[in-house]
């Protein structure tokens, strides 16, 4: 197959793809992001209008009275949350037929739920951290995806389920949220029970059930009753880590659950990373009748901490903790030696986008009284304004560097090493944050004691920020703007808030600092979107085409022989040991196949190919590759698509009898009644028909 990147054919495409549903197809990624936004904005205001008698000092004091048994309670229902998650993967495995020990299954599984749970969103997701894993142990594309398939839709199924259930008992709670009466919402949970009955009783013992275009495999009606306990549980124990942080008395446990429940429900189809904002705002709106909204929101913030950000940091000191020798050689750290290596940068991604957002949230939130009263005494104003504006603008660095940590990049590492050090020093010197310090201070010891692994060269300001990567920065810029206005709502505005400079003005910091952020964000979204595309690529030279024939020689792969057409590019390994054939089309590069040459030479030319590819900003494709290469396609940041199928055939074995063969008997009769002929041709035989 060839990839032409010529202008006719371009015009070609443009042409067949004029009109707003092809507009929408291929901008779906862009208004995709743009929904989400606006969808964030949407529950914000809902949260802003919901808390409007809540005051900012309310919510810290709730903070503070938490008890520390509540706390430890929290800490211990989400461990059996992560427990429970971990079966989903078995589950994944033993439907798709695959074993593997439960050690690694169970570390892949909390790795990808901590970071699914904290970032939400495609290039740092769970679907990531199992194909970097699960590659890694031997899995074939295809059964990643399954695996991938099996614990979404399963996660799915039983939150209907256990949903549907509690809203059978405790519809009343939710009724007024959704604006429909108790009995028709309990009508809709029997419809919907009903259809999922319905569906596992017409599928039996694992048959398929068609819907449209889509056809899908059930499991078994005990693989689907396990996973359906196992759903419950997670569900039951996350539910109970907020419920031990609210206040006695709030709700009953079971109505909790089913508020709980349609909370994450919505959250989840909002397609919000992390179900950010929409999840509180449901959560305020339903419990904000039977219990104080500024408990709720210092619940929430603790829930958010216990059940999101500890498990990372969990994840990250055992992933890590290999990396530091002293454990290297224990039996259990055998599977995180296989696999940690592949999840580590994902983790420390995920690290930077929490640090991120702490730092933009700190510059618009105020500095406790006393620890402000400290720094009037030792700090000059200027320091910590300066330090103030200049943390905020650090925070915004992060969400760059964080996308070049995932990918590897040694100068991602360099920076964010860089970025956390000065930050770390100047949360010190704006407000004495010890907390904040200290998640820094974590940060850059995770960075050191994983430098290994950071090895790939690349010019971090070449890298261009994807759709997802600029809504994250939009999600950060938008809920910074719902605290500000949260924190300092009683403040009246003027235009004279922009000049005040004096260690109580905190809602003028905030703005400056508010002010920044948005200001870089635009500046890097801009930059992004209108980095222009270079000119076409030229087919490979004479010179080139004989060293890729050279290559193709040694190698037993016929179809790199493709590479004779003359009609594609052809980029070399470093070494000169192998290559890549690839054409150009819009803004992608496709890359036809794997690369030819030896095994230990494909990493370092994939990843060439993809910088050249982005610093000429395209994207990167490889088209029809094989399994041998998934894991190093997987450790570039590249995600698997099924396309199609390979088959392989023993033609001294193969033949046409048989019931199940009779269209393609047909096919070759009609060949020949058509004068075509079929032969096998011995290699020597194949110099002569080049000359016929």
Not at 81 to 94: C, E, G, K, M, N
Not at 412 to 426: D, E, M, P, Q
Request: proline residues 4%; charged residues 15%.
């Amino acid at each position: 197959m060839a990839f032409s990147s010529s202008h006719e054919i371009e015009a070609q495409d443009q042409q067949a793809d004029s009109g707003w549903r092809s507009f929408l197809r291929r901008n779906q990624r862009y208004l995709s992001a743009v929904g989400t936004l606006l969808i964030i904005a949407l529950f914000g205001a809902a949260i802003f209008h919901l808390t409007a008698e809540v005051h900012y000092d309310e919510v810290v004091s709730a903070l503070a009275d938490t008890s520390w048994k509540s706390v430890a309670a929290a800490i211990l229902f989400t461990g059996l949350s992560f427990l429970a998650l971990t079966f989903y993967d078995v589950a994944a495995l033993d439907y798709i037929k695959r074993k593997l020990p439960y050690a690694d299954v169970a570390l892949t599984a909390a790795c990808a739920y901590a970071v699914g749970n904290t970032a939400g969103f495609g290039p740092l997701s769970g679907g990531a951290i199992r194909y970097r894993s699960y590659s890694r142990l031997g899995l074939q594309p295809e059964e990643i995806a399954r695996v991938v398939a099996f614990v979404t839709l399963a996660f799915g199924l039983g939150l209907a389920t256990v949903t549907c259930l509690s809203l059978l008992t405790v519809g009343e709670y939710v009724a007024p949220l959704t604006g429909l009466e108790p009995f028709w919402l309990r009508m809709i949970a029997i419809v919907v029970l009903g259809g999922l009955l319905t569906t596992f009783i017409l599928a039996g013992e694992g048959r398929e059930v068609s819907i449209a275009r889509f056809s899908l495999r059930l499991p078994d009606s005990r693989t689907a009753s396990r996973q359906f306990l196992v759903t419950a549980l997670d569900l039951a124990a996350s539910a109970s880590v907020l419920y031990v942080l609210l206040p006695s008395g709030t709700i009953g446990w079971p109505a909790f659950l089913a508020v709980y429940s349609f909370a994450v429900g919505i959250g989840v189809l909002s397609h919000v990373p992390a179900g950010l904002g929409v999840f509180e705002a449901v959560m305020i709106a339903t419990l904000g009748r039977t219990a104080d909204v500024d408990t709720i929101l210092g619940a929430l913030v603790l829930y958010r901490l216990i059940y999101h950000v500890l498990p990372l940091l969990i994840a990250i000191v055992v992933i890590i903790g290999v990396e530091v020798r002293q454990f290297a050689g224990h039996p259990a750290a055998s599977s995180v030696r296989r696999i940690g290596g592949r999840m580590a940068p994902l983790l420390l991604a995920t690290l930077a986008l929490v640090l991120a957002i702490m730092l933009v949230l700190s510059s618009v939130t105020p500095t406790p009284g006393e620890n402000l009263a400290f720094l009037e005494s030792y700090v000059p104003l200027p320091l910590v304004e300066g330090a103030h504006f200049l943390a905020s603008l650090l925070g915004l660095a992060l969400v760059i560097v964080a996308r070049g940590l995932a990918l590897r990049l040694d100068g991602a590492w360099w920076a964010s090493v860089v970025i956390a050090a000065a930050a770390l020093l100047l949360s010190l010197l704006k407000a004495v944050a010890l907390a904040e310090a200290g998640m820094l201070a974590f940060f850059v010891v995770g960075l050191l004691a994983s430098r290994r692994l950071f090895i790939r060269p690349a010019s971090l300001f070449g890298q261009a920020l994807t759709p997802p990567w600029l809504m994250a920065i939009g999600v950060i810029c938008l809920g910074a703007f719902v605290v500000l206005l949260f924190v300092y709502r009683d403040i009246e505005y003027s235009h004279e808030l922009w000049w005040q400079f004096e260690f109580s003005a905190e809602a003028p910091r905030g703005l400056r600092a508010f002010l920044g952020v948005t200001i870089g964000a635009s500046t890097i979204a801009i930059w992004s979107l209108m980095r222009p595309a270079t000119t076409t690529v030229e087919p490979a030279s004479e010179e080139a085409l004989e060293r890729a024939i050279a290559i193709v020689d040694a190698q037993d792969m016929s179809d790199a022989n493709l590479v004779r057409m003359g009609d594609k590019s052809v980029m070399f390994s470093p070494d000169g040991s192998a290559f890549i054939m690839y054409g150009r089309r819009a803004r992608s590069w496709i890359a036809l196949f794997d690369p030819v040459g030896p095994l230990e030479a494909w990493p370092d030319l994939i990843w060439q190919f993809m910088e050249t590819a982005r610093a000429n900003g395209c994207r990167a494709v490889f088209y029809q590759v094989s399994p041998l290469g998934l894991a190093y396609y997987a450790d570039a940041g590249l995600r698997a698509f099924r396309l199609g199928e390979l088959a392989e055939v023993d033609l001294t074995r193969f033949e046409l009898k048989g019931g199940k063969w009779a269209n393609l008997r047909q096919q070759v009769s009609r060949g020949q009644r058509d004068g075509l002929e079929f032969a096998i041709v011995e290699p020597g035989a194949v110099p002569r028909l080049k000359r016929r």
